[in-house]
């Protein structure tokens, strides 16, 4: 073991500190009989920011933290996450109160609970819990205008340890959204409707944000749509300026009315917001409605009071009605735009929204509260390591930062690797290092280690801190972890997505900058098209080796599989039937099980998939093992006695459909209904059914109806009659569902499904000349030279064909290895957008933190896109080169290079 000295912080000896806790430990052993004579209470929590509010009159309706209980009282669930390894769930609480062996009032987050349960493994937060006891609870946000990048276009889930904080001297984790992430309720109650009164405060990372739409907290829209001006109201935090913008250069606390993002009353700048460049962590506040009034607040989260940036009137209210009387809607959203636009970056700690408008000293107390709680930097932090060559060597410093409000005494530091990895203190054998000299509150102290890896393989690299605090005795000690790999240096060197003449010219190409040849037998290339769920892409032949220098090409085959056939088989479901015809010799599969037939019969192709419907205003729907019908988006191009497919990966399944009926319904009502009336104007009728369950409006007010017949649709039409009467009254524009007839089939499914899996019309496919001999999997390649127009195209020949299409757009391509659990390289790709995004979403979060630094709006690399032939493409410069930074390593080239080195 190494021993350090701290210089900043010499204070006194060995001895002495010696001295001292021998005095206390003696202190304590004469005073033991006493204490068992009385046992201490554990002491009350002190009252949270709901407490403040409720007591102004103002009480939360909403209430969200990952970080603290915003209650006294409140002992329930603060978040909850999922494991990644085995997708079991655990609810992350507080901790509760305790005398011994010292005082804790407790109240924050169990974030050793989290620890412990996703040690060694990813975890996401798949729910944050609303503490107002209203049920307002925030979950994977649905897809709106714009889709998210997770199957079905829901947002991704933020990662779990993304984000550590302290508060009040303990461990916390915030919830860390990059772009394609978000949380949403658009089926929350409670929430201030049109001009309604309400308050909305949040706490965030002022130092994480971006250009994007829209890292909001508060009221949104019901249906992740935008719904015209005034219909949002939230506490927005980043640079964008299209829609409005304060002093400076940002990044600026402003609010999100939909279509304008205000720091005051002009709709462009509004001097009197300042940028907010120095505080760690920021309070944001916006009050508004019950009249033509808003406010707009912010202050640093650590200390100081707040500042009123704007008090007065509705932006733009003395000209026109955009924004006055206000037409909320009276959803929850985080970390995205009423539209779903989910193109932002920030972090978030905690917020609430309340029923009226709060006072100013209700205010005032709820920021002193907030000061009150401590907010503090990460206690124990690691130096980003890149990707590691096996048996290479990096050095990983490792920082302590005392936030425990205490001098820390005796800090040791060390660092645990992946089984057969080492990692010793720089310049020594030794595994962990000890400051002899105390560490002062806020005072930081680092050691740097030398890891060296091992053989090809993945895992963690843990911290540990641990220390005394001389007032209480006792070692206190705090982990930290990071994902890291050791991998042969075989390269994703460039990949095209489309040319402008065709878009499915695809290719992927690697390349190996190791000094020695590589076996590549079974490793595989995983696609992840944006909204889609992962897929192989291609398994590598056994017995391929890629020679040092070498590029190894896989191209786009004119068609491709779209669903696994058996042997046996002699129709298979294609995924395109362009330039395929009667008499055509085709290859179907790669490697050892690839073989040839005759094409005897063409019929239709697989359509594009539809999903399992998503009823994004009142959640998801499941449909259990056993169900021989599905509620689908689209009904388009399904036949009965042809295949539909379900789900993907290993969720798949495969059936007959045996009859089509209609999809689902998501529309608005065209007018406003009374209690008591049987009839609904709606915007939409053409896939409604008599007989159809609908459910009308959100929250509080939502109800299930009947339909009796089907008139005509807008505010004038004949409507929907009803087979009851309407218990609640609802305005015009709330949302109407229904899940529609749907498609069925036979058999059952074998497990369940939920929303936005995706369903796939398989189409009549094409007939053999013979029976195939092997299986196939979905994607498998269906090559043939009379196809010219689809597919990659040119020279050089590629070495492996693939049959699944990249997405154009966005998504990811993984290159593994043969056992599966070593990402050896990838691309994460996203296209640069409007607005309403930065560089693009991210698919696949996991991959891109491994790949990249994703802090501010994320690091990823620009999709090319199309140009005049040859194209466009993605390409490393020069070949091979990684630093793991995907917006730095790709570059965008309009010669590309498939099969030889790359150019500029």
Known sequence: MVRATNRRARTRTLAARTAVTLALVGATLMMAPAAQATKPAAPPRSEGPCDIYAAGGTPCVAAHSSTRALYASYDGPLYQVRRASDNAVKDIGVVAPVALPFADAGGYADAAAQDAFCGNTLCLVTVIYDQSGKGNHLYQAPPGTFRGPDVGGYNTLSIADMAPVTIGGHKAYGVYIIPGMGYRNNDASYLAKEDEPEGIYT???????????????????????????????????????????????????????????????????????????????????VNGGGGNQWDLRGGNAQQGPLTTYYSGIRPGSLTNSNYFPMHRRGAIQLGNGGDNGNGSAGTFYEGVMTTGYPTDATIDAVQANVVAAKYDVQRLSLSRATTFTPGSAQEVTQTFT??????????????????????????????????????????SVSATFTVTSATTSAGYLTGRAQWTNPTRGGRQSTVTSQAVRSALPVRVNEVRFRTSSNATDQFVELYNASADEVDLSNWTLTNTPSGSAAVTLATIPAGTKLASGDYYLLGLSGSGLAAPTAAGAATVNVRSTTGLADGQQIQIGTGATRETRTVVGVGSAATAATTLFVPVTHGSITIPAGSTTIPVTSAAGFTVGQQIGIDAGAGYEQATVTSVGKAATQTTLSAPAAAGATNLKVAANANLTVGDTLTVDAGE???????????????????????APLRFAHRSAVDLAGRGTGVSFWPPTGRPHSSGASVQALGAGITLDQPLANDHPTGAPVVGPQITTAGYQGSPAPDQWFGGSLSVSAGSVALRDATGSVVVDAIVYGSQQSSSSGNGTITSPELAVLEADQAGGGCIAVVAGAAANPGRSNARWPDGSDTDSLCRDFVTTTVPTPGAANAR
Not at 259 to 278: C, E, H, K, M, V
Not at 413 to 435: E, I, M, R, Y
Request: hydrophobic share 30%; charged share 15%; net charge negative.
């Open 203 to 285: 706490v965030f990372d002022g130092t994480h944000y971006d250009s994007g739409c829209c890292y909001n907290y508060g009221n949104t829209s019901t249906n992740s749509r935008a719904v015209g001006t005034g219909t949002m109201e939230t506490v927005y935090f980043g640079t964008a300026t299209a829609w409005g913008r304060g002093s400076g250069p940002g990044p600026w606390i402003m609010s999100d009315m939909e279509a304008g993002l205000f720091s005051g009353y002009n709709a462009r700048q509004n001097d009197a917001t300042p940028t907010i460049d120095s505080w760690r962590f920021v309070t944001g506040v």
């Open 402 to 443: 005392n936030t425990t409000g205490s001098t820390a005494v005796g800090v040791t530091l060390s660092l645990s690797a992946p089984a057969g990895w080492t990692a010793v203190v720089k310049g020594t054998d030794d595994t962990s290092v000890t400051f002899e000299d105390p560490v002062a509150p806020g005072a």
């Open 701 to 723: 007010y939502k109800e299930t109806v009947t339909v009796a017949a089907i008139g005509t649709t807008g505010a004038n039409g004949t409507g929907v009659d009803l087979t």
